[in-house]
């Protein structure tokens, strides 16, 4: 809920002032930062003890004639009273605002009270199909709610919409990323050739309860939006959007200065891939200590997770989701144990439970060539990638499908070249099926999913290596590689990863990998 605080700290101190009300800036007041102040009675101290202590106020003394007014009672412009008022508290003076609050009889406004709610989508559990999508539908059933659905990318707002489609009534900015235009009688600019009239385009506009876009779509009819209230904007692919590309949306009002946006329902995953930032680490960091207080310390973070680094262990803000259908069991074991503390469970689906004669997870080792090009390309590598694709292909040819039967996961686009002509070379066959299938890096294949995937390290060089765990990241005292993560976590059925045993194994978590497949074959 202070996500917003930053540089505003002294606006309103500043402003008394100003206007003569007082002389200086009055002293900060030693709050205890470990009572969450949102109880009616403290877990650390009863109401009764902190009583006896006095009450602190926080330049907030016209917020005492709301004393015995319930929650719900509030008009907009005394709710915004109470929001200008906290998005000024610092950081760490929020839980005893809130508190300060309580002892003095005030309640908090409903609307301030839930306006933040994460959700963590691990691989498989259903972030769109399942928390998009009842947070949508719950909200839904209030009477005068409205939606917006935002996503980082056209992929994703596609598939946004196919769970929308055609039950609910929503319209779409910006067009699809498919050439099919399935969805394309729901764009606003199909609206727009359908109204003879601005005043007619409007109210239909406003008639209707969803509107889906991109992050970019989105930002780019703020306008449009602004004549809109909205009672929750569900960001999804959360982790995956800077702060500068939700920050729009952040602070959309109307022409009166209100708020456009009641509350916010954010859901991603801080394990899987984040934002694609091209600069150093040097220039992305902050140092200013205003932002490095509220936590941002770091532009290349997404605010999903400067959010969540705050509210994690807070149930009240934060939910995981723990019941993935995607991976069989033996797939999904490592990266569970390894990067979920063993939190998810099967639904489980008929192809979790079926039983198999072969390995649901291998690896083949490969050694390099001597005399390569480019470090970039492992002929060796590509050759048994082409060789195992042609074994796929000669057990499911009877179902094949290019889309849903294999797909094979690189590090550079070089290799997904070398693949490609051996494959050609091996099959003699251009039309062949297995030509059409998805080979790609993994920052492309996360959202897919695949009955067969095969993961291939390619790298030759101990330097190479910096480049594929260069996502890493230390949580709880587990290193958390993103890039493997989401590379195993695209297999359904089947989980096939080559590489250079000797070479991983300089890696401590790719030692621990190849422990476990062994232990699986």
């Known amino acids: 809920v202070a996500m917003l605080i930053g540089k505003g700290y002294y606006y309103r101190i500043n402003k008394k002032i100003e206007k003569g009300e007082l002389e200086e800036i009055p002293p900060v007041v030693e709050i205890d930062e470990e009572c969450c102040g949102q109880h009616e009675t403290c877990e650390k101290d009863s109401l009764l003890a902190a009583v006896s202590k006095g009450i602190e106020y926080y330049n907030d003394e016209e917020l005492d004639r709301f004393r015995g007014r319930a929650s719900d ?30 002892l003095r009889f005030i309640e908090l406004p409903d ?165 694609v930032v091209q600069q150093r680490t040097t220039d992305s960091r902050v140092d200013d200590p205003t932002l490095r207080e509220i936590g941002l310390t770091d532009c290349r973070n997404s605010l999903f997770e400067r959010l969540l680094a705050r509210y994690r262990n807070n149930p009240e803000v934060c939910y995981m989701l723990t019941r993935q259908g995607r991976m069989h069991p033996d797939i999904a074991r490592f990266p569970n144990l390894a990067f979920y503390g063993g939190k998810l469970t099967e639904v489980p689906l008929p192809h979790q439970m079926n039983s198999s004669s072969s390995p649901r997870v291998r690896f083949i080792h490969v050694t390099p060539a001597m005399d390569v090009a480019t470090d970039r390309v492992n002929a060796n590598e590509a050759e048994a990638i082409a060789r195992e694709l042609l074994s796929i292909w000669e057990c499911t040819q009877g179902n094949f499908s290019p889309a849903e039967t294999v797909g094979v996961i690189v590090p550079y686009r070089n290799q997904i070249s070398a693949i490609r002509e051996k494959l050609s070379a091996l099959l003699q066959e251009p039309e062949h099926p297995l030509m059409q299938i998805t080979i790609d890096t993994v ?79």
């Open 73 to 102: 009672e509030y008009t907009e412009e005394e709710v915004e009273e109470f929001r200008e008022v906290m998005l000024t508290c610092k950081d760490d003076e929020v839980a005893g605002w809130c508190r300060s609050l309580q």
């Open 111 to 275: 609307e301030l009270k839930d306006e933040l709610f994460l959700i963590i989508g691990p691989p498989g559990t259903g972030k769109t199909s399942y928390g998009m999508l009842h947070t949508v539908r719950e909200e839904l059933l209030e009477e005068g709610s409205r939606v917006l659905i935002v996503s980082f990318t056209n992929r994703s707002v596609d598939e946004i919409c196919s769970k929308l489609y055609p039950a609910t009534d929503f319209v779409r900015l910006g067009g699809s990323a498919s050439s099919s235009g399935l969805y394309a009688d729901r764009e606003f600019s199909a609206m727009t050739t359908r109204c003879s009239s601005a005043a007619e385009l409007k109210d239909r506009f406003l008639r209707t309860r969803v509107v889906v876009g991109t992050t970019a779509s989105v930002i780019s009819h703020l306008p449009l939006l602004s004549m809109c209230r909205f009672t929750l904007c569900v960001v999804d692919e959360a982790s995956q959007i800077l702060e500068p590309h939700i920050m729009p949306l952040l602070s959309l009002a109307d022409a009166e200065g209100h708020s456009c946006i009641s509350r916010f329902v954010m859901i991603g995953d801080h394990k899987q891939l984040p934002a």
């Open 443 to 521: 920052e492309r294949y996360q959202g897919s999913q695949r009955d067969y995937i095969i993961y291939g390290f390619t790298v030759q060089r101990p330097y190479q290596l910096r480049f594929l765990t260069e996502t890493t990241f230390v949580e709880d005292n587990q290193i958390i590689d993103r890039k493997l993560n989401v590379a195993m976590t695209r297999a359904r059925e089947y989980l096939l990863i080559t590489g250079n045993a000797p070479l991983l194994r300089t890696v401590p978590l790719y030692a621990r990998l190849l422990d476990y497949i062994g232990d699986c074959s």
